[in-house]
């Protein structure tokens, strides 16, 4: 059962996702210079003053969240057996990180489309993101059994998010299973490609 603090934490998210799609459809039917917080907000039926108490801007709420928080990819990784090598441990983590994204990934394409057309959007969250998602995993997939190098610790984590990716991509286009998609991604990996 929920807390009071999670179901607020859980409408408030409902909320700004609602916004965020509102914005997209406005950008993706009319144009980006139509999604007005004036106009998202009246989709999102809420005031502009309420709009501005979950995005600064209206670029920030055309720009899709990320799937995942650093901090929550670090706990899983420092769940995993002290001893596991990193390479098995990421693949556990991305297993889980492909599933989720797989089940939401239809709700993902209005987002993807706007990026297409305007990629001027996402170009400096997007680094921002990815900046603070290499630092953060790094450190715990250094310390991993088998990884020889900090090259070889950044190079693991770009492939296995690399690997998530590329399966997920793959199921949602041919209707496969995500799971058994990754196992082959892993094993090319494994195998030099």
């Known amino acids: 059962m929920e807390s009071p603090q999670q179901r607020r ?12 799609a509102a914005a997209v459809k406005i950008a993706l039917d009319e144009g980006i ?13 809420i005031s502009p003053r309420t709009f501005f108490n979950y995005f600064a801007s ?17 706990g899983m990784l420092t769940e995993r057996p002290a001893d596991e090598p990193a390479f098995q441990s990421l693949k556990t983590v991305m297993r889980t990180f492909a599933v989720r994204s797989r089940r939401i990934w ?18 400096k969250s997007r680094a ?3 900046t603070k998602i ?4 790094f450190e715990a997939v250094r310390g991993r059994p088998g990884v ?10 770009v492939a296995s998010f690399g690997a998530a990716i590329s399966a997920i991509q793959e199921a949602a286009a041919h209707d496969g299973s995500v ?11 494994e195998n030099g490609l």
Do not use: C, G, N, Y
């Open 9 to 20: 934490d859980r409408r408030r998210a409902e909320k700004r996702q609602a916004i965020r």
């Open 33 to 45: 210079e139509a999604a007005t917080v004036e106009a998202i907000s009246a989709a999102a039926d």
């Open 58 to 74: 209206k670029e920030e709420a055309l720009v899709m969240e990320p799937l995942w928080q650093p901090e929550e990819l670090v």
């Open 106 to 123: 239809a709700d993902l394409e209005p987002f993807m489309e706007l990026r297409k057309r305007h990629p001027e959007l996402a170009a």
């Open 128 to 130: 921002a993101d990815e």
């Open 134 to 137: 290499m630092d953060t995993i």
């Open 148 to 157: 020889t190098s900090p090259m070889h610790a950044r190079l693991l984590i």
């Open 179 to 189: 799971e058994d998609l990754l196992e082959e991604a892993f094993t090319l990996l």
